[in-house]
């Protein structure tokens, strides 16, 4: 059974209790990173787009290194949000993710946020699927999260609140909120994984 978002909330406080600092601090260096990236790269067009990429692959590293944290109870460590960049498949997965939500995102802003949805747990599957290539993980993305975008959504929307607070704090706030959000997340991720194997086991045995 999928928790309801304050439960999620919750889960993610009860996960970062005694882990803020790591979490905080690698949070800190991966927006520096691509906030240099970015200024340094505007300046021309071809290579802004490569930072946006390299953006996408460096918080997917950050979403792993959270979801490990949930996992292991262990602080986060930032030389793990780089891991992304080490495999090929990693990081190709990722380029295609941003290239697909990219494209729908041209017909029209709603399709692009429901794909955006859809392709929300590539991360978490790529840690979790070794040997899945590329269009099978958005593919299992995909499945995964039939039934229960609405409740991502939901999730996403319940930090509303809190991203509205940080803003009056010149976006200070966002080291402690980015962490939260991303660790609520993977308890999100968690959840629907577990369901996703329960239906399938269903569907093997009524076979």
């Given at each position: 059974?999928i928790?309801?978002?304050?439960?999620?909330?919750a889960?993610a406080?009860?996960a970062?209790r005694g882990?803020?600092?790591?979490a905080?601090?690698t949070?800190?260096?991966?927006?520096?990173?691509?906030m240099?990236a970015?200024?340094?790269?505007s300046?021309c067009?071809?290579?802004?787009?490569?930072?946006?990429?390299?953006?996408?692959i460096?918080?997917?590293?950050l979403?792993v290194a959270?979801?490990?944290m949930?996992?292991?109870?262990?602080?986060?460590?930032?030389?793990?949000?780089?891991?992304?960049?080490?495999e090929?498949?990693?990081?190709?997965?990722m380029l295609?993710?941003?290239?697909?939500t990219?494209?729908?995102?041209?017909?029209?802003i709603?399709?692009?946020?429901?794909?955006g949805?859809?392709y929300a747990?590539?991360?978490?599957i790529?840690n979790?699927?070794?040997?899945?290539?590329?269009?099978?993980?958005i593919?299992?993305?995909?499945?995964?999260?039939?039934?229960?975008?609405?409740d991502?959504f939901?999730l996403?929307l319940?930090f509303i609140?809190w991203?509205?607070?940080?803003?009056f704090?010149l976006?200070?706030?966002?080291?402690?909120?980015?962490?939260y959000?991303?660790?609520?997340?993977?308890?999100?991720?968690?959840?629907v994984?577990?369901?996703?194997?329960?239906?399938?086991?269903?569907?093997?045995?009524?076979?």
């Amino acid at each position: 059974m999928i928790k309801c978002a304050k439960e999620m909330r919750a889960a993610a406080a009860d996960a970062l209790r005694g882990k803020w600092k790591d979490a905080v601090l690698t949070t800190l260096v991966c927006m520096a990173i691509v906030m240099v990236a970015s200024f340094l790269l505007s300046f021309c067009g071809p290579l802004s787009l490569v930072a946006s990429i390299g953006s996408v692959i460096l918080v997917a590293g950050l979403q792993v290194a959270l979801l490990q944290m949930v996992r292991t109870g262990n602080a986060v460590k930032i030389v793990c949000i780089f891991d992304f960049f080490k495999e090929s498949r990693l990081w190709v997965t990722m380029l295609l993710v941003f290239v697909y939500t990219f494209l729908w995102t041209l017909l029209f802003i709603i399709p692009g946020i429901i794909k955006g949805l859809s392709y929300a747990l590539t991360p978490y599957i790529l840690n979790d699927n070794p040997d899945l290539e590329n269009n099978a993980v958005i593919e299992l993305s995909m499945a995964m999260m039939n039934g229960h975008k609405w409740d991502l959504f939901c999730l996403q929307l319940s930090f509303i609140g809190w991203a509205i607070l940080c803003s009056f704090t010149l976006g200070i706030g966002y080291l402690w909120l980015e962490p939260y959000m991303l660790t609520s997340y993977a308890e999100f991720y968690e959840d629907v994984k577990a369901e996703y194997n329960e239906r399938k086991l269903a569907s093997v045995s009524a076979e």
